[in-house]
């Protein structure tokens, strides 16, 4: 069940004609969690004292305009984003594949770095989008990229990276499809609202002639929605303060969504490019490795077994994959939870590149 946070709350109390004192009541004796903080709490009552709404409607303008500003701040987090995964996932492992053809061991110490460091940028920027835009994934998603990420890690352990990717781009392409039908789900719900506030709004009777008080009572996907749709239901009953208003904010809010979608998408799908290079150059440091004599790196280096080596890459290789769908899904959807949205995209990338890579040296094994 969804939860009003601050903004919902201020969206509900600034439209309905119900005193807010009443609002809050009406919230909790319906089982409705909400969210506020105390300086919220301060505004509600000396608004509710004053017999005004001037301090929460003030709240919600500058929240809606905070809304704005951050789509713009948004813009350049993604791209600050995305240069520096080009540094971290393609530039630096490439680099440090040149100095590892000598000194083996700076790979076995900074590759795993790498990958921490990413992990890290993609907790720092898991807030790109705001909460009240996103929605709960669920946990059930998430213990069965576990369990895929457990088997396809086993997989390339006894059988090879290739095997690997390969089964990780099929058994996560049904969570892919379930992934893009929830994001679907919750872009059909913001479509509804804004039809069920035209409807209400335009209908020459009660509301209710024109919306069922069911799908304004009904649970929804994001908190947004609830609000809006519990203002609906309360003006039927109270009456509600300036109606064009209502939808006017509603609207910035929704293509403020909207925008901050469209910019997130693009930018995650111009970055596989990055992962497609990254696979690519990888196939060919390993080649190179399982084409010279062992003999001949003995000249230069102290090395046993090469395969050691292609080894490595190909940890360095899975572990990228996984943090970096983690990335393209905070890049397009705000929040790391729909990993499985890009994880089959993601391991075809790093396996076609890797197959590319390979066929560039004459197709040998690696």
Do not use: C
């Amino acid at each position: 069940m969804s939860t009003l946070g601050e903004l919902e709350v201020l969206f509900l109390l600034s439209f309905t004609d119900a005193p807010p004192s009443y609002v809050l009541t009406w919230l909790a004796n319906r089982g409705i969690e909400y969210r506020i903080g105390d300086n919220l709490k301060r505004i509600i009552s000396e608004d509710e004292r004053a017999g005004s709404r001037a301090g929460i409607r003030t709240a919600l303008e500058e929240a809606v305009r905070g809304f704005e500003y951050r789509l713009d701040a948004f813009s350049a987090r993604v791209d600050t984003l995305s240069e520096v995964f080009n540094i971290t996932l393609l530039v630096a492992p490439v680099m440090l594949y040149s100095v590892g053809l000598l000194q083996p061991y700076v790979l076995e110490k900074a590759l795993p770095l790498l990958l921490l460091l990413n992990t890290i940028l993609v907790f720092l920027y898991r807030d790109l989008h705001p909460k009240v835009l996103v929605s709960s994934a669920g946990y059930k998603l998430f213990l069965a990229l576990l369990v895929i990420f457990a088997l396809s890690s086993a997989l390339l352990m006894h059988a090879g990276l290739e095997y690997s990717l390969i089964f990780q781009t099929v058994v996560s392409f049904p969570l892919s499809l379930l992934t893009v039908r929830k994001i679907r789900s919750v872009e059909a719900e913001l479509n509804e609202n804004k039809e069920i506030l035209v409807k209400a709004l335009q209908s020459p009777g009660h509301i209710f002639r024109a919306v069922s008080p069911e799908s304004l009572l009904s649970d929804t996907m994001l908190g947004l929605s609830r609000s809006l749709r519990l203002t609906v239901y309360l003006s039927s009953i109270w009456g509600i303060e300036d109606p064009s208003l209502l939808l006017l904010t509603y609207e910035k809010l929704y293509n403020f969504h909207r925008k901050l979608m469209r910019k997130g998408f693009t930018n995650a799908t111009m970055n596989l490019v990055t992962l497609f290079l990254l696979g690519f150059a990888s196939s060919v440091i390993k080649g190179i490795y399982a084409s010279i004599p062992l003999e001949s790196i003995n000249q230069w280096i102290t090395i046993s077994d090469p395969r050691a080596i292609n080894l490595l890459v190909d940890l360095y290789l899975a572990g990228a994959v996984v943090i970096y769908s983690s990335g393209l899904s905070v890049l397009s959807t705000g929040s790391a939870a729909f990993t499985a949205l890009w994880l089959p995209v993601a391991s075809l990338v790093v396996l076609v590149g890797g197959l590319l890579g390979n066929s560039l040296l004459g197709g040998v094994h690696v």
